[in-house]
């Protein structure tokens, strides 16, 4: 992909199409679609970022929001990460509904004390006293040869806050039911857009709909192994595991879709009917939301499992530029096979 | 601080490196032959041109996103940075960090960055070692106008004024940050009233005249290095092509006459004039100096395109250091 | 219409003399502060409009913002770029509007600018730049009370003004120029960062007003035989490093170098000069025309400049005619 089609692309999936009777909408189109629409039930929500109103945001996924809402609502900021995020808190002390866009994940660290000393702590701090309804937008993930400083899947880092949701959407029907449930959330909430899931379009309702938070999906049932996959690796360990059912293992896909606060309950239910269980996800392995997955299900389903719990997941090294590398570096469907069939 | 005819020719060479490289490098990104983002510098030549000629070759420099002039104007090699741009094991780094992070230590190059306004405080490092070794250098950020609004820059524009440190900034204003026009982030025109405010010099030239920053940069320079403390040089300048690749995107957040109008003012045009008005070259000479670039450019592709991709056993080397035995 | 003309150089007093010396930055927001008290001090004075010429920065029309002067502030139709000739095509049209009285922001080079498109100029100006012979420092709302105690009739231009000398230049290719203080000859070949800073290469300055008490590089004619403003004479003053005479002028802010002279000589208005080539002339400041070997420019000096209003003694000449004194409506 030629850089100017990375930050095209969810234009180019802008469109709504109908197919076979069901409207289809693109992952990008879907985040304006949401937008557009919460902005228009509720006064009180705005959105502020770099480039995001009268260039629509770089990845394109906020075009037509500032003609339709103006320049105070759908509003350019300078480059300035924390005060960005600061923007946000102080807006929704106030009572507002914010939702700040970082452009790229890795950006946050340049952010870190307003998301994790300011946002995620002022309630608590205060005795109870603000609330904060503030949505964080970033596209994380890698794929695309952006290199080290923008391939980051950082949610790991943000998990480890209390304080904080941290919501990571697998295809343009969660995006929509996600941004609605984080928008419409008390707390502060970090919203992870892919940014190799841009053109992917799947069934979207038109009207808006909440997914709920700290709520997983059983994206495939099966029997023989329990694979719990994040974000767009929900597509890959899909992959996998139909290529595996041919060869006679039968899987059960999990997306926890949230990934803070996590529905181990769902996981747990899953692993003490299958035995086994995979993790998979883009960020590195060490520290990494496996690493936790894995620590609960021992913890309440030891009993249950009939082999060690294998992770799929990035090796400990910042994400290489060179497409060869990379291409090893991020988990795809091969690699979770492989995985899966380690358990066995 | 005559500037001589070498002077002259030698910032005409400098400037050339840049756009034909860079407009090489635009070409292989339109046909999807480099992955990646490409932020090219093309417009702008003048800036890193005449800085760089007013270093020595030890003064260690600090970039951004847009880094392949900085690099190029210093002295970086065609081959390694077109292999880097292709993530070829032969690269700068080795295909590790590509077009946002090419660097080179032997010339003094601390790296481009993917992470704007993230120079400038290792600039400030890099001077700090300086003063505290004595090797009488210095050191120089480059940094755009919108690096200027993050917390970064003012944090290492302070402190380099409070430990009066050995510092040349110098912003390249092209008046965009991506999309965003610089009146619609800052209140300011000028960013060296942000020099101002932490309590050094700063003085404005024109960007597109690489005689004039180069004139400006030694001016700073020779006070720096005499111990006067950091100094900002805003050149105004202009970039020809988008803020990623070459062909514009979507939104029209510059007109396409703007453009032709600073098209005018190009940097080489500038200079080539100049040179050849003064007698120094003959457009023919000229002519030569360009075809004689352009042939190392397409050998760099060559090379580049020759190359190997690095072996998948090389992801996890380098991420640490080896303490080496005593 | 009794009207005031404003107009503020957006660049002046942010050149790399900031470098080598001990200039200070002038900022936007500074000279949008004087341009507002211009604004406030003509209007009380009786001015019934102010004519901005707008600039690349906006920085008269930001200066008038939130002031409430129903229909006293008018902008001129013209679209600034940037560039030196902004201030000169605003003054052509300050003059074709028929303005009494312009009151400009900007230093010795601004004020050239100013007077090469209307050259005899009713011209009150204010320093914001780096060399400030010609320009006043003055508080703003004293001069604007000047500019607009003229404007409205109150104070006579003839009164209160002088008119300056320029230096008129005929240059090798055949063009003409202007300086309101000092043409210079230095020894480089390039126009480069303009600002001329190496005092060992001036090989001749030719001075209509030189000030000892002056910066910039009319000091060197000026500590080594003044002319000043009123005097109907001129100096030419050649100079040689290797000199065995010299004299030290501070030809920046804070920087005062030894500069060796050869030969002094006074001009008398009317006669010729010639600055012979190689090497550039900087007008008022500025390296503006580079000259080859076997070319040469012809000066010549005469009084028909703009006729400057000194602020001072405008406000102590209407004090004197009791023009402050008002009756009270009871
Ligand atoms: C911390 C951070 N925020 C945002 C970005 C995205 N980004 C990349 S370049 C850029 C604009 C930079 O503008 P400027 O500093 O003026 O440099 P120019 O691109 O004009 O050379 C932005 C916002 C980034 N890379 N890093
Ligand atoms: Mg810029």
């Not at chain 1, 806050?161 to 008390?186: F, H, N």
């Amino acid at each position: 992909m030629s850089p100017d089609n990375i930050f095209e692309g969810a234009n180019e999936s802008g469109g709504t199409e109908e197919k076979d009777g069901e409207r289809k909408l693109g992952y990008g189109a879907a985040v304006v679609e949401t937008m557009a629409q919460i902005m228009r039930e509720d006064e009180s929500v705005f959105i502020a970022g770099e480039d995001v109103g009268a260039h629509g945001g770089v990845f394109g996924y906020y075009r037509g929001l500032q003609p339709e809402f103006g320049e105070d609502r759908v509003v350019d900021t300078p480059i300035a990460e924390q005060a960005i995020i600061g923007l946000g808190i102080g807006a929704a002390v106030q009572g507002l509904r914010p939702v700040v866009d970082l452009m790229f994940m890795d950006f946050i660290c340049v952010a870190m004390d307003q998301i994790v000393n300011q946002a995620a702590k002022l309630k608590y701090m205060f005795g109870g006293g603000a609330k904060l309804p503030l949505t964080i937008t970033t596209a994380g993930g890698g794929g695309l040869s952006a290199a080290a400083q923008h391939s980051q899947s950082l949610e790991a880092m943000l998990c480890h806050v209390p304080g904080l949701k941290v919501v990571m959407p697998s295809d343009a029907y969660e995006v929509k039911g996600l941004l609605t449930a984080c928008i419409r959330e008390d707390n502060p909430t970090v919203f992870i857009i892919n940014k190799r899931k841009l053109g992917d379009a799947c069934h979207v309702p038109e009207e808006l709909f909440e997914i709920p938070l700290g709520k997983g999906h059983i994206v495939r049932e099966g029997s023989d192994a329990t694979v719990v996959a994040i974000g767009r690796m929900v597509e890959e360990a899909t992959k996998a595991a139909e290529t595996l059912s041919d060869e006679g293992i039968d899987c059960e896909l999990i997306n926890p879709r949230t990934v803070q606060p996590l529905d181990i309950d769902l996981i747990v239910e899953s692993v003490s009917k299958t035995g086994h269980l995979v993790i998979v996800h883009e960020a590195v392995r060490f520290g990494g939301i496996g690493a936790e997955i894995a620590a609960q299900i021992q913890e309440k389903a030891f009993d249950y499992l009939d082999a060690p719990i294998e992770r799929v997941a990035a090796p400990f090294s910042p994400v290489p530029f060179s497409p060869v590398l990379e291409k090893k570096y991020i988990p795809d469907a091969e690699r979770i096979s492989a995985g899966i069939k380690n358990l066995f | 601080m005559d500037i001589t005819d070498e002077i002259l020719i030698d910032l005409y060479k400098r400037m050339v490196r840049v756009r034909l490289f860079e407009e090489e490098a635009g070409r292989l990104a339109e046909s999807a032959r480099l992955p990646g983002f490409l932020h090219l510098y093309v417009g702008e030549e003048a800036v890193a041109a005449g800085v760089c000629a007013a270093l020595k070759n030890e003064d260690q420099i600090t970039s951004t996103h847009r880094g392949h002039g900085h690099l190029l104007a210093k002295g970086g090699d065609f081959n390694r940075m077109m292999a880097e741009l292709m993530g070829k094991a032969t690269g700068y780094c080795n295909g590790k960090g590509g077009s946002m992070h090419i660097c080179d230590l032997d010339l003094a190059m601390l790296g481009a960055n993917g992470i704007v306004g993230a120079g400038v405080p290792i600039a400030v490092g890099a001077a700090f070692a300086n003063r505290l070794t004595g090797n009488g250098l210095i050191s120089v950020s480059f940094f755009g106008d919108g690096a200027t609004n993050i917390g970064a820059f003012h944090e290492a524009a302070n402190m380099a004024a409070a430990l009066s440190l050995p510092m040349l900034f110098i912003c390249e204003n092209n008046e965009y940050a991506e999309y965003s026009p610089r009146h619609r982030t800052m209140a300011i025109t000028d960013v060296i009233e942000r020099a101002a405010a932490y309590g050094f010099p700063g003085a404005i030239v024109d960007g597109m005249d690489c005689v004039a920053v180069f004139e400006a940069a030694s001016l700073a320079i020779e006070k720096i290095r005499s111990g006067e403390g950091p100094m900002m040089l805003e050149c105004k300048t202009y970039r020809f092509y988008d803020h990623v690749g070459v062909k514009g995107t979507a939104s029209n957040y510059r007109t396409d006459e703007e453009v032709e109008e600073m098209k005018k003012r190009d940097p080489l045009l500038v200079h080539e004039a100049r040179l050849i008005e003064s007698g120094v070259m003959s457009a023919d000479s000229l002519q030569a100096i360009k075809d004689e670039i352009q042939k190392e450019v397409d050998k760099s592709v060559e090379f580049a395109e020759e190359s190997p991709f690095p072996e998948v056993e090389e992801m996890l080397l380098d991420v640490y250091s080896k303490r080496e035995p005593s | 219409m009794t009207t005031v003309g404003l107009i503020a150089n957006p660049l002046a007093g942010k050149d790399v003399r900031r470098f080598v010396s001990a200039a200070s930055l002038n900022s936007d927001r500074s000279k949008i502060e004087i341009l507002k008290r211009c604004v406030l001090g003509a209007i009380d004075a009786g001015a019934e409009k102010i004519l901005l010429a707008n600039d690349f920065r906006n920085l008269t029309i930001r200066a008038v913002e939130g002031l409430n002067l129903d229909g006293k502030i008018e902008e001129i139709l013209f679209h600034p770029e940037g560039r030196r000739t902004d201030t000169t095509e605003a003054a052509k049209i300050f003059k074709e509007e028929g303005v009494k009285s312009v009151i400009s922001l900007g230093g010795d080079g601004t004020q050239r600018d100013l007077v090469l498109g209307w050259r005899d100029v009713p011209l009150l100006p204010i320093s914001t730049g780096t060399n400030n012979v010609f320009p006043f420092m003055v508080d703003p709302t004293v001069a604007g009370t000047a500019a607009g105690l003229i404007a409205s009739n109150h104070l006579s231009i003839e009164e209160v003004s002088h008119q300056a000398k320029v230096i008129h230049v005929e240059l090798p290719n055949g063009s003409k120029d202007l300086a309101l203080v000092d043409v210079v000859l230095v020894d480089e070949r390039l126009t480069g960062s303009r600002a001329v800073i190496k005092s060992d290469s001036v090989k001749q300055v030719l001075a209509a007003i030189a000030n000892p008490a002056c910066i910039g590089l009319a000091s060197i004619a000026g500590r080594s035989n003044p002319v000043y403003f009123d005097d109907e004479l001129a100096v030419s003053v050649i100079c040689d490093p290797s000199a065995t005479e010299s004299v030290y002028a501070p030809i920046m802010p804070g920087s005062v170098s030894e500069v060796g002279i050869v030969d002094i000589k006074e001009v008398q208005l009317g006669e010729s000069i010639e600055l012979n080539g190689p090497g550039a002339l900087a007008f008022d400041g500025e390296r503006d025309f580079v000259m080859g070997e076997n070319e040469s420019a012809k000066a010549t000096v005469l009084r028909n400049g703009p006729k400057v209003i000194n602020p001072i003694f405008a406000i102590q000449t209407a004090a004197a005619n009791k023009v402050f004194l008002r009756k009270r409506n009871s």
